[in-house]
């Protein structure tokens, strides 16, 4: 790592040595390097999730993957102008609060593949169970915890216990604290209809995992079906298991741009050439660079792991509730 003396990464802003971001010699696929090839600095997010190539006038942004199948992709300006057409939401941390529930998932997952009823997570493995793809959490499980297994045997059992949960949730029986609309969201999304904003919701959850939640939410709030009060709801589709079909989403999540990219694009209809009257609002540090990487500006909120993930500075306003959030977007 290169002692950090303030940056310059075109199309994503100047960084100091406070921004959470770290400046790299080398991208860590090998493929570019600072002095050859006209990269002038390379600096990674403080998970080291996604990677900045800046050149003079140009960047690229490199996103890992513990798939196997990383990607890049051109850093696109981003801003606001006013008045805004649509606000795009993420879901867990930021609508409804249920981190610790798919936490809790993967750490009943994890104890089945390896027998004990008694496993729990440690606190170190938090950053890793969280903000990303199913699989990625599970690879991560895997390696650490148990690695004469596979993903796939622990996507076996992830999905049986989801499925059982999931069913208890939607009846009514399930666990009570499982999920909880986020303080202040009810007025919020109230506000932006009154101001004829569009609303999409994007997750990177399945869609089995993802309903639930929303319904979940909706019920206490006392609100309608949100299928009619949301423009467009985004999700990771629908897990691929033997004997069925499956769609794309594991190997595309935040922090990668496509799940915001298409609820704007495809869900809200709005053009490239709009982007500037979109923003996003997320709470994970995965969740800010899909925005980024889709061409939005972010809006941060408080209470996930956006400081911790080393993204902050790539927020456009970083907000401590919807209210302040209202007050420089309304």
């Not at 104890?111 to 004990?116: D, E, F, I, Q, R």
């Not at 493995?125 to 699989?135: A, C, N, Q, R």
């Not at 929303?214 to 019920?219: D, K, P, Y």
Request: glycine share 10%; charged share 25%; with cysteine.
């Amino acid at each position: 790592m290169r002692e950090f003396n303030e940056i310059v990464i075109p199309d994503l802003g100047s960084f100091g040595k406070d921004s959470g971001l770290q400046k790299l010699d080398i991208c860590s696929a090998g493929r570019f390097a600072v002095g050859s090839n006209g990269v002038q600095t390379i600096a990674a997010t403080g998970d080291g999730k996604v990677e900045f190539i800046a050149f003079e006038n140009k960047s690229i942004a490199f996103v890992r993957s513990s798939m196997g199948y990383p990607a890049y992709y051109p850093v696109e300006p981003a801003g606001i102008d006013k008045p805004l057409k649509a606000v795009l939401m993420d879901l867990d941390g930021t609508s409804v609060r249920s981190e610790s529930f798919w936490i809790w998932i993967i750490q009943q997952t994890t104890a089945s593949l390896l027998g004990n009823p008694n496993f729990e997570l440690e606190d170190e493995d938090l950053p890793y169970v969280s903000g990303h793809s199913v699989s990625e959490h599970l690879k991560y499980c895997v390696n650490k915890y148990c690695p004469d297994k596979s993903v796939e045997q622990a996507r076996e059992f992830y999905f049986k216990h989801t499925h059982e949960e999931m069913e208890l949730i939607v009846q009514g029986r399930g666990r009570k604290d499982a999920f909880t609309p986020s303080p202040g969201i009810k007025e919020f999304l109230l506000k932006l209809k009154e101001a004829n904003l569009k609303i999409g919701l994007v997750t990177s959850g399945l869609y089995e995992k993802a309903w639930p939640e929303i319904l979940s939410a909706f019920r206490q709030l006392d609100m309608p079906d949100p299928k009619n009060f949301y423009d467009a709801i985004i999700t990771a589709g629908f897990p691929l298991r033997k004997g069925s079909a499956g769609t794309l989403g594991e190997l595309s999540p935040k922090p990668h741009p496509w799940l915001y990219a298409e609820v704007a694009r495809v869900g809200l209809g709005l053009e490239p050439s709009e982007r500037r009257s979109v923003i996003g609002i997320e709470d994970s540090g995965a969740g800010v660079c899909s925005i980024r990487l889709a061409g939005f500006a972010a809006f941060g909120l408080a209470d996930g792991n956006i400081i911790e993930s080393g993204t902050k500075a790539l927020c456009e306003h970083y907000c401590d509730n919807f209210e302040e959030i209202e007050s420089l977007i309304l």
